[in-house]
Protein backbone atom coordinates (compact mmCIF):
# COMPACT_ATOMS: atom_id res chain seq x y z
CA UNK A 1 0.00 0.00 0.00
CA UNK A 2 1.67 3.57 -1.10
CA UNK A 3 1.53 5.94 1.84
CA UNK A 4 2.84 9.22 2.40
CA UNK A 5 2.85 10.79 5.66
CA UNK A 6 3.26 14.72 6.22
CA UNK A 7 4.32 15.66 9.82
CA UNK A 8 6.38 18.62 11.47
CA UNK A 9 3.78 21.34 11.37
CA UNK A 10 2.54 23.40 14.04
CA UNK A 11 2.55 26.94 15.26
CA UNK A 12 4.98 29.47 15.10
CA UNK A 13 5.60 33.19 15.35
CA UNK A 14 6.63 35.47 12.30
CA UNK A 15 9.79 34.47 11.48
CA UNK A 16 10.03 31.82 12.90
CA UNK A 17 11.40 28.25 10.99
CA UNK A 18 9.46 24.59 11.05
CA UNK A 19 11.08 21.45 8.92
CA UNK A 20 8.33 19.44 7.24
CA UNK A 21 8.88 15.83 6.39
CA UNK A 22 7.29 13.49 3.95
CA UNK A 23 7.86 9.73 5.05
CA UNK A 24 6.98 7.21 2.07
CA UNK A 25 5.92 3.98 1.76
CA UNK A 26 5.02 0.76 -0.28
CA UNK A 27 6.66 1.98 -3.40
CA UNK A 28 9.93 2.76 -4.72
CA UNK A 29 10.55 5.95 -3.58
CA UNK A 30 13.84 6.70 -6.09
CA UNK A 31 11.55 6.66 -8.59
CA UNK A 32 8.90 8.89 -7.81
CA UNK A 33 8.75 12.72 -7.41
CA UNK A 34 7.35 14.97 -4.45
CA UNK A 35 5.61 18.14 -4.44
CA UNK A 36 4.54 20.03 -1.61
CA UNK A 37 1.44 21.93 -1.51
CA UNK A 38 -0.48 24.21 0.85
CA UNK A 39 -4.15 25.31 1.22
CA UNK A 40 -4.98 27.96 2.89
CA UNK A 41 -9.09 28.24 4.07
CA UNK A 42 -11.06 29.72 1.05
CA UNK A 43 -7.98 29.08 -1.32
CA UNK A 44 -7.05 26.57 -3.95
CA UNK A 45 -4.18 24.01 -2.93
CA UNK A 46 -1.05 25.36 -4.63
CA UNK A 47 2.15 23.98 -5.49
CA UNK A 48 5.06 25.17 -3.24
CA UNK A 49 7.73 23.09 -4.26
CA UNK A 50 8.70 20.05 -5.75
CA UNK A 51 11.71 18.11 -6.36
CA UNK A 52 12.59 15.49 -8.84
CA UNK A 53 13.08 11.70 -7.89
CA UNK A 54 16.85 12.31 -8.45
CA UNK A 55 16.96 15.30 -6.07
CA UNK A 56 18.58 17.00 -9.45
CA UNK A 57 15.89 19.27 -9.84
CA UNK A 58 13.86 21.54 -7.42
CA UNK A 59 11.16 24.01 -7.76
CA UNK A 60 10.21 27.04 -5.23
CA UNK A 61 6.76 29.13 -5.88
CA UNK A 62 8.07 32.43 -6.36
CA UNK A 63 6.22 33.64 -2.52
CA UNK A 64 8.99 31.13 -0.80
CA UNK A 65 11.98 31.44 -2.89
CA UNK A 66 14.91 32.22 -0.61
CA UNK A 67 12.77 30.77 2.57
CA UNK A 68 11.91 27.50 2.17
CA UNK A 69 14.47 24.79 0.78
CA UNK A 70 13.55 20.92 -0.18
CA UNK A 71 15.53 18.18 0.16
CA UNK A 72 15.41 14.63 0.15
CA UNK A 73 17.10 11.40 1.59
CA UNK A 74 16.08 8.28 -0.61
CA UNK A 75 17.80 6.11 1.84
CA UNK A 76 15.47 7.02 4.49
CA UNK A 77 11.91 8.00 2.02
CA UNK A 78 12.01 11.05 3.19
CA UNK A 79 11.72 14.36 1.57
CA UNK A 80 12.40 17.47 4.22
CA UNK A 81 10.93 21.00 3.25
CA UNK A 82 12.77 23.44 5.41
CA UNK A 83 10.60 26.70 6.09
CA UNK A 84 12.50 29.53 7.42
CA UNK A 85 11.34 33.36 7.79
CA UNK A 86 7.95 32.34 7.85
CA UNK A 87 5.20 34.62 7.58
CA UNK A 88 1.70 34.72 8.48
CA UNK A 89 0.33 34.38 4.80
CA UNK A 90 2.53 30.68 4.67
CA UNK A 91 -0.32 29.29 6.82
CA UNK A 92 -2.14 26.78 5.40
CA UNK A 93 -2.45 23.01 5.39
CA UNK A 94 0.69 21.52 3.84
CA UNK A 95 0.27 18.24 1.81
CA UNK A 96 3.13 15.84 0.07
CA UNK A 97 2.55 14.17 -3.19
CA UNK A 98 3.91 11.93 -5.31
CA UNK A 99 4.10 10.51 -8.98
CA UNK A 100 6.10 8.32 -10.76
CA UNK A 101 5.27 9.95 -14.31
CA UNK A 102 4.95 13.69 -13.46
CA UNK A 103 7.05 15.74 -16.25
CA UNK A 104 9.41 18.84 -14.85
CA UNK A 105 7.26 21.50 -16.09
CA UNK A 106 3.74 19.95 -14.53
CA UNK A 107 5.13 19.20 -10.99
CA UNK A 108 3.13 21.99 -10.05
CA UNK A 109 -0.19 21.01 -10.48
CA UNK A 110 -2.44 18.49 -8.22
CA UNK A 111 -3.68 16.67 -10.81
CA UNK A 112 -0.56 15.31 -12.14
CA UNK A 113 -0.58 13.34 -8.45
CA UNK A 114 -1.50 10.24 -7.83
CA UNK A 115 -0.49 9.52 -3.98
CA UNK A 116 -1.02 12.17 -1.64
CA UNK A 117 -0.23 12.80 2.33
CA UNK A 118 -2.78 13.75 4.82
CA UNK A 119 -1.94 16.96 5.46
CA UNK A 120 -0.48 18.57 8.49
CA UNK A 121 -0.97 22.22 9.37
CA UNK A 122 1.18 25.07 9.52
CA UNK A 123 0.17 28.01 11.55
CA UNK A 124 1.98 31.31 11.59
CA UNK A 125 1.10 33.85 13.95
CA UNK A 126 1.97 35.73 16.87
Known amino acids: EVQLQASGGGLVQPGGSLRLSCAASGFTFDDYAIGWFRQAPGKERAGVSCISSSGGFTYYADSVKGRFTISRDNAKNTVYLQMNNLKPEDTAVYYC???????????????????WGQGTLVTVSS
Open 97 to 115: AGDRNVIVGRMTIPNEYDY
